[in-house]
């Protein structure tokens, strides 16, 4: 009887196996969104946090999702983007820029939204403060702002006779009006007069500089943003043709021919918000997550283009530079 038995319930048990395996539940795959500004063939932000995914194990098509909306340079098609990835419900949104954050911020109090790159999240309403930023954000600040006196030092040591810059910015970007501003509190420090030009559209470069030539400065400072980001090549070359030395607020200005930039390594933040991803989709509230801020700035230089504008670079510039392109 036993033997009898044993034999039953192994084959009623070993029938109920297939079903057992039918009825199984496939592994949830988690949805998240990444809002750009930009256009998908330029964006090394976007190589950047797949680069972070990667490095916590997270494989795209596999054991995550990521819905990917481009702004393609035009920050009125951010707040419809941003609704649009709330319809998707995916469970996080990652926003590199001010303008991206902004834009996620209306669009939804509930979904976790990880920032990366933004000059001054509390300034900007994003955040209540670093420490325990509260509601659906946290993330990364590049402090952009707060690099003003700095730059403008760094500025001053490769044109040494240098008394009025000007300042290249967006009034319509609250980051670029967060660096002015800056800037501003920074020059009497530095011996310097500031002269303020505004651009809101790409049409307005070439008056921009007819601008500061009446006003005869010496230097500029061009800030990093959506509209100067995505004309950096035309910036640049009108720099060139007017001989004017540039401080910028992002590294790729100088990629492209800038004389110079001090800033926040934004491939490098925008890796890291990866990290905020997998915190969140483990469990933890955006509430409760510090905002980073950078510890480390790079100061990068274009000899190349020093040379062009018959500036000598001294040797303690050098010395100071985390790169320096020939």
């Not at 930009?38 to 964006?43: D, R």
């Not at 609704?83 to 926003?95: D, N, P, S, Y």
């Not at 999240?121 to 700095?150: C, D, H």
């Not at 800038?258 to 997998?278: E, H, I, K, P, T």
Request: aromatic content about 8%; charged content about 20%; glycine content about 8%.
């Amino acid at each position: 009887m036993r033997r009898r038995y044993f034999i039953t319930l192994l084959g009623s048990t070993a029938a109920a196996w297939p079903l057992a395996a039918r009825t199984q539940q496939p592994l949830r795959v988690p949805r998240i969104g990444f809002l750009f500004y930009g256009a998908p063939e330029l964006a090394l932000e976007i190589d950047a946090f797949r680069q972070g995914l990667r490095e916590l194990g997270y494989v795209e098509g596999r054991n995550i999702t990521v819905e990917y909306r481009y702004a393609r340079g035009q920050v009125s098609k951010l707040p419809e983007l941003a609704a649009e990835l709330v319809r998707l419900k995916v469970e996080v949104i990652v926003t590199p820029t001010t303008p991206a954050s902004m834009a996620a911020k209306q669009a939804t109090s509930t979904v976790p939204i990880v920032i990366a790159g933004v000059a001054d999240p509390v300034g900007a309403g994003l955040v209540t403060n670093f420490r325990r930023p509260g509601g659906n954000i946290t993330g990364l600040a590049s402090i952009s702002a707060e690099l003003g006196g700095k730059r403008l030092e760094l500025l001053k040591g490769i044109v040494p006779d240098a008394l009025r810059v000007g300042v290249l910015y967006n009034p319509d970007d609250r980051s670029n009006v967060l660096v002015l501003k800056e800037l501003q509190a920074a020059a009497p420090a530095v011996g310097l007069e500031l002269h303020s030009v505004e651009v809101r559209a790409a049409t307005d470069f070439k008056d921009a500089f007819v601008k500061m030539g009446r006003q005869r400065v010496h230097a500029f400072f061009g800030a990093a943003g959506v509209l100067t980001y995505a004309n950096r090549q035309m910036i640049v070359d009108l720099a060139a043709n007017e001989r004017l030395p540039a401080m910028w607020g992002h590294r790729q200005f100088v990629d492209v021919g800038g004389l110079m930039s001090y800033a926040v390594n934004f491939y490098d933040q925008c890796r890291r918000a990866a990290a905020y991803v997998d915190q969140i989709l483990k469990g933890a509230k955006p509430g409760d997550l510090p905002v980073q801020q950078p510890t480390k700035f790079e100061f990068i230089i274009n000899v190349r283009t020093a040379k062009a504008l018959g500036l000598a670079v001294p040797t303690k510039l050098l010395a100071l530079a985390d790169e320096v392109i020939d």
